[in-house]
C-alpha cells in the first residue's frame, strides 16, 4: 500500500491475521518469520508496517518485533453525518485511487453501501446488526467511481459506528458518543514500525487511520 508520510508518498505494510499454529507455539517462529520479512520488504523498498493489534497481542508486537504503540482507536456511535473535511492535510493518512476503492468494495462476503455527502462520499458496511452500520471511510469526491452507482444509498439516518484516528473530524453539534469501554470485546491498538533508520512514528493529532484501512469489515 502508498501512504503520504511527513509529506512524501512511501510503500508500506499493513500486518494482519499473523498467528502461529498452535502445535508450534514457543519456539520464537513468529518472531523470527516476522523479522525476515521486514527485511525482504526494506530490500524491496517497504519502509514501515502499520497493524491493529488487540489487548493480548499488543505487548508482543510492542516487546518483540519493536512496533510502537500510537494510541487505541477510538469507537464512537451515533447517528446523521459528520462534519467531514475532504481537503484536510495529514502527517499519515493512507493513500486510495478509484482502483483500489473498486477492488476493497468487491469483497464477497460484505454488502457495502455509499451515501454522497457535500464534497465527497462516505463507505458504510453491515455490522450484523440491524439498523446499525459502520462508516468504513470517506473520500473526495474525486475518488467517485460510476461503477459504485450500484451500491448507492440515499438515508443518512441510520445509527452508525465510526473507529479510528482523525482529529481532524469535527464532532460539535453531533449525535455521536464514545462507545462504552465496558461493552468492547477488547481495545484495539494502532501500531507502527518505522523499517528504516529515519525512526519515523506519526502523530495521533495529524494522523487519518479508517476503518478501511484495515480489515475490521
Do not use: C
Not at 145 to 169: C, E, R
Request: net charge positive; charged share 25%.
Amino acid at each position: 500500500m502508498i501512504s503520504e508520510i511527513e509529506g512524501k508518498k512511501v510503500k508500506g505494510l499493513l500486518s494482519l491475521n499473523t498467528a502461529t499454529h498452535p502445535d508450534h507455539r514457543g519456539k520464537k517462529l513468529f518472531s523470527v518469520l516476522a523479522e525476515k520479512t521486514y527485511e525482504g520488504a526494506l530490500k524491496q523498498g517497504y519502509e514501515f508496517v502499520i497493524g491493529v493489534a488487540n489487548a493480548n497481542s499488543t505487548p508482543g508486537f510492542l516487546k518483540n518485533l519493536g512496533f510502537t504503540l500510537i494510541k487505541p482507536l477510538d469507537v464512537k456511535v451515533g447517528i446523521g453525518n459528520l462534519n467531514y473535511n475532504f481537503e484536510a492535510g495529514y502527517d499519515y493518512a493512507r493513500i486510495w485511487d478509484k482502483e483500489q476503492l473498486e477492488w476493497r468494495l468487491n469483497n464477497p462476503k460484505l454488502t457495502y453501501q455509499i451515501t454522497k455527502v457535500k464534497g465527497g462520499f462516505i463507505i458504510l458496511a453491515p455490522t450484523g446488526n440491524k439498523g446499525i452500520r459502520a462508516v468504513m471511510g470517506y473520500f473526495p469526491e474525486s475518488l467517485y467511481s460510476d461503477n459504485f452507482k450500484n451500491k448507492a444509498i440515499t438515508t443518512v439516518n441510520p445509527a452508525k459506528i465510526w473507529m479510528g484516528i482523525d482529529n481532524k473530524l469535527s464532532w460539535k453539534g453531533k449525535l455521536y458518543f464514545n462507545f462504552p469501554e465496558k461493552l468492547k470485546i477488547s481495545p484495539l491498538n494502532l501500531i507502527f514500525r518505522d523499517l528504516t533508520r529515519k525512526n519515523r512514528l506519526p502523530e495521533p493529532g495529524s494522523l487519518r487511520f479508517m476503518n478501511i484501512d484495515f480489515d475490521a469489515y
